[in-house]
């Protein structure tokens, strides 16, 4: 009676720590590579003008747009990364 008390307590204990551990991953911030990024879009968040801001999958970055400038709200495209400076286009 005790051994399947403490089976039943230790397989609890283990469900948990799995639980725990499926709601970390989650909730984790996937990590980008630069093949991931190449060829996204995302928004303008502060103008390009060459250099600024602009959101990438959920994330902030530096931009840097090769000619001209572009406005917050407007779409672009990645077309390189330079360092941790994304390289970008109008969309």
């Keep these: 009676m005790l051994l399947k008390l403490l089976l039943v307590g230790l397989a609890i204990v283990v469900l948990l720590l799995a639980l725990y551990l499926v709601f970390l991953s989650r909730h984790k911030k996937s990590a980008t590579g630069t093949l991931d990024l190449i060829g996204a879009t995302g928004v303008v968040h502060a103008t390009l003008n060459p250099e600024g801001a602009v959101v990438v999958k959920g994330d902030l970055w530096r931009a840097r747009v090769s000619r001209g400038s ?22």
């Design 70 to 91: 572009i406005g917050p709200g407007k779409p672009i495209r990645v077309l390189g990364i330079d360092g941790l400076l994304l390289l970008v286009e109008a969309a």
